[in-house]
């Protein structure tokens, strides 16, 4: 029987910093380090060789790729913005709330009411919900 190979693990969470980087690389591209530290809108400066530093340290992790066949290294996301989300809230779901998602929900509107567009699109996600769970 062929031995089949093993499903790589998922990359870790982020850091904030890292989830930074990860914020302009999904918005831009793939980008140099230098377009990186500039696209960083902070009240406190981070320097060029931290930003370094931290994308030296995701491509270890395997948040992010590294091309190196140019002169500057150019550097993309090997994460969705998507599935992050998605395991980040599900770590925080787990954590925080024991599991449920209906505490975790109840907590974040009472965090910051949602918009009227924001309580359509809930509407129409547990309609869906609804009627998927009857089919």
């Not at 981070?46 to 340290?57: A, D, R, S, W």
């Not at 980040?88 to 009411?113: C, I, N, Q, Y």
Request: charge should be positive; include cysteine; hydrophobic fraction near 40%.
């Amino acid at each position: 029987m062929p031995k089949r190979p093993l499903p790589r693990p998922a990359p870790p969470r982020p850091t904030n910093a890292e989830l930074e980087i990860l914020r302009v690389l999904w918005r831009r591209g793939p980008c140099t380090v230098r377009a990186v530290h500039a696209s960083f809108e902070r009240a406190e400066p981070i320097g060029y060789t931290t930003v370094l530093k931290l994308l030296q340290i995701m491509t270890e992790k395997g948040l992010v790729r590294r091309d190196a066949s140019l002169r500057s290294h150019v550097y993309s996301a090997a994460v969705s913005e998507a599935s992050t989300q998605r395991r980040m809230v599900a770590d925080l779901v787990k954590r925080a709330f024991g599991g449920s998602t209906l505490r975790l929900l109840l907590h974040a509107l009472a965090t910051r009411p949602a918009s009227s567009r924001e309580v359509h699109q809930i509407r129409r996600l547990l309609n869906h919900q609804k009627n998927g769970a009857r089919a």
